[in-house]
């Protein structure tokens, strides 16, 4: 941290805020796991476990991921969190038993919660304390652009990983982590309403950032609102992705092309800024009327065969899914209090993963 937080360099620390997403979305081995682990000879009851896990450790650690954010900082927890990329890519590396994977799942489901939330904390309270918060929805667009651009790049790599072999593969990622380490480290911490209040004790800062949280949910009734829409409209989309998955590779006319495909499917995504401008200047019920209506329509097409049609269904699904995110979250950030930032954005991404248990066997059903 540095000694004057008033002087946060903001170029710098948006540099350093684009490597470390670049280094998130650039997981090669990641991008893989299930063919990488069904090459090693471990059965889908195994790797269904494996996924499974990854879930109920998300689950669990999702709100205090938050909290330790909110209350240890920032820069400390997107370091811890680049760690545990590193320590889960390193576990999977190294293994030969399922055990070993089941620890690196863990390892990766709490690497992904001790971003999720620091990462658009630390991103607004950077420009709210530089007085440029107006231009989040901006950056936060190009944060996803950058994002999926290099998630769908290592994609793109697949069969290159295969070929490299699965140790090798995840020595990659390990490495990838260490860039993010770095970037990380080259971060500020910003300051928070929180700044310095010195609280007695570690339980008496927990139950301050618990109580604002549980403010902010209690008294703002629109904050609740923008979660519960938000995950409704993000859950069926995500979901009509993840089915499109398998009926592109059915209509692929060559197994060559599949890795190209999956790689179009999320460009949608990586282009959602230039629909999270004019979607921002609607009023919210009917940026939700727009996206959600958009994703059902989307979700009736993912169910035909025609490989162009499909394609064209999982380019409009991404980009209405985080279109709609970018601006929830912009919305959101503009109502949270700076001390319990992170905490309630993880509460946030809880109520997306509530919504995702029950629709998943709806939606298996809907695609069968």
């Given at each position: 941290?540095?000694?004057?937080?008033?002087?946060?360099?903001?170029?710098?620390?948006?540099?350093?805020?684009?490597l470390?997403?670049?280094?998130?979305?650039?997981?090669?081995?990641?991008s893989?796991?299930?063919?990488?682990?069904?090459?090693?000879?471990?059965?889908?009851v195994?790797?269904?476990?494996?996924?499974?896990?990854?879930?109920?450790?998300?689950?669990?650690?999702?709100?205090?991921?938050?909290?330790?954010?909110?209350?240890?900082?920032?820069?400390?927890?997107?370091?811890?969190?680049?760690?545990?990329?590193?320590?889960?890519?390193?576990?999977?590396?190294?293994?030969?038993?399922?055990?070993?994977?089941?620890?690196?799942?863990?390892?990766?489901?709490?690497?992904?919660?001790?971003?999720?939330?620091?990462?658009?904390?630390?991103?607004?309270?950077?420009?709210?304390?530089?007085?440029?918060?107006?231009?989040?929805?901006?950056?936060?667009?190009?944060?996803?652009?950058?994002?999926?651009?290099?998630?769908?790049?290592?994609?793109?790599?697949?069969?290159?990983?295969?070929?490299?072999?699965?140790?090798?593969?995840?020595?990659?990622?390990?490495?990838?982590?260490?860039?993010?380490?770095?970037?990380?480290?080259?971060l500020?911490?910003?300051?928070?309403?929180r700044?310095?209040?010195?609280?007695?004790?570690?339980?008496?800062?927990?139950?301050?950032?618990?109580?604002?949280?549980?403010t902010a949910?209690?008294?703002?009734?629109?904050?609740?609102?923008?979660?519960?829409?938000?995950?409704?409209?993000?859950?069926?989309?995500?979901?009509?992705?993840?089915?499109?998955?398998?009926?592109?590779?059915?209509?692929?006319?060559?197994?060559?092309?599949?890795?190209?495909?999956?790689?179009?499917?999320?460009?949608?995504?990586?282009?959602?800024?230039?629909?999270?401008?004019?979607?921002?200047?609607?009023?919210?019920?009917?940026?939700?009327?727009?996206?959600?209506?958009?994703a059902?329509?989307?979700?009736?097409?993912?169910?035909?065969?025609s490989?162009?049609?499909?394609?064209?269904?999982?380019?409009?699904?991404?980009?209405?899914?985080?279109?709609?995110?970018?601006?929830?979250?912009?919305?959101?950030n503009?109502?949270?209090?700076?001390?319990?930032?992170?905490?309630?954005?993880?509460?946030?991404?809880?109520?997306?993963?509530?919504?995702?248990?029950?629709?998943?066997?709806?939606?298996?059903?809907?695609?069968?």
């Amino acid at each position: 941290m540095p000694k004057n937080p008033n002087r946060l360099n903001l170029s710098r620390q948006k540099r350093a805020l684009l490597l470390l997403e670049w280094s998130t979305g650039f997981h090669p081995a990641g991008s893989v796991w299930v063919l990488l682990l069904s090459l090693r000879g471990f059965s889908l009851v195994e790797i269904g476990l494996a996924e499974s896990l990854f879930h109920v450790v998300s689950l669990w650690g999702e709100a205090p991921s938050g909290l330790l954010a909110d209350l240890l900082g920032r820069r400390r927890t997107l370091l811890l969190s680049q760690a545990m990329f590193a320590l889960s890519a390193l576990l999977m590396a190294v293994s030969n038993g399922i055990a070993g994977v089941y620890a690196s799942m863990a390892a990766s489901a709490l690497a992904y919660n001790l971003q999720s939330g620091t990462r658009e904390a630390i991103t607004y309270e950077s420009l709210l304390q530089a007085g440029r918060e107006e231009g989040y929805l901006k950056f936060s667009s190009l944060q996803n652009f950058l994002f999926r651009l290099s998630d769908g790049g290592a994609m793109l790599l697949a069969g290159a990983t295969v070929l490299l072999g699965w140790r090798m593969a995840y020595l990659m990622d390990a490495a990838v982590a260490a860039v993010g380490l770095g970037a990380a480290l080259a971060l500020a911490e910003p300051e928070t309403g929180r700044t310095g209040k010195r609280p007695p004790s570690f339980p008496a800062a927990l139950a301050g950032v618990f109580r604002e949280a549980w403010t902010a949910l209690h008294s703002d009734g629109t904050v609740v609102r923008i979660m519960t829409l938000n995950a409704l409209v993000g859950a069926a989309a995500t979901l009509t992705r993840f089915f499109l998955q398998q009926r592109v590779g059915e209509a692929v006319p060559v197994p060559a092309l599949l890795g190209p495909a999956l790689f179009l499917l999320g460009l949608g995504g990586a282009l959602a800024g230039l629909a999270a401008g004019p979607l921002d200047r609607l009023p919210y019920r009917w940026s939700v009327l727009l996206a959600g209506g958009g994703a059902a329509v989307c979700a009736a097409l993912a169910r035909g065969r025609s490989l162009p049609v499909l394609l064209a269904a999982g380019l409009l699904t991404g980009l209405l899914d985080d279109a709609l995110q970018l601006v929830s979250d912009k919305r959101l950030n503009d109502r949270f209090p700076s001390s319990a930032r992170a905490t309630l954005v993880s509460v946030s991404s809880m109520t997306f993963s509530l919504v995702m248990i029950p629709l998943s066997p709806l939606f298996g059903w809907f695609f069968s």
